[in-house]
């Protein structure tokens, strides 16, 4: 079995993410490398532009990911409730299987299927939702304490490669190490701020 550090497909609109890295990075460096005082405002604004991209991405993966409980949506037939359920092949075999038995009962005993099956969903939602009263189903969004470790632990050990080997000292190295260093803050900041959102949220 592959065990991922990283499930980077949990990650939304990766792409937006990616350029406003490789801007930041690209600004920093040609801030390094060339003379700031008749660029600077022109690195100001693009280096918004880059935080602005994260915060656009941000928000956008934060959104993506949220869930509204299935069992808040309206249903006309059980194999639609059932399909929509969060549980394992199994278990939605068993619930579909004792929810058509009671509409089976019903309707020998002369009520309406249509009836009989709007009302054992509304049974078992009203049962369920007593467990998981949750409007949203929310991710948990541990990737991103593990993606920003891994951008600071890149960025230290480039850092401390550039203080042993000062030869090889570049820009190109000096802007990679703080690009990674600030976008694995980054990636902290915004799980505290998920978490945060998720709080208020399930308090809803």
Known sequence: MKVHIIDFKEIRYRTLLLISILLFFGCYLLDILIEPRETGFIFILVYFTAILLAASWAILNYIDNLR???LYKNYHTIATFVAS???????REEVEQLMSDYVEDQVQ????RE????????QFR???LQHNPAFFYIHSFNYLIKLGILFIVIGLILALI????ADAHTPAIDALEITLIGFGFGFW???ALY???NQILMKK
């Open 162 to 165: 550039d203080l042993v080997m």
């Open 126 to 128: 009203t049962s369920e």
């Open 85 to 91: 359920l969060t549980v394992s092949k199994d278990e």
């Open 109 to 112: 005993n002369g009520a309406e």
């Open 115 to 122: 009836t009989a099956e709007k009302e054992i969903i509304e």
């Open 68 to 70: 509204i409980n299935p």
């Open 189 to 191: 900041l915004t799980f």
């Open 195 to 197: 978490r945060l959102l």
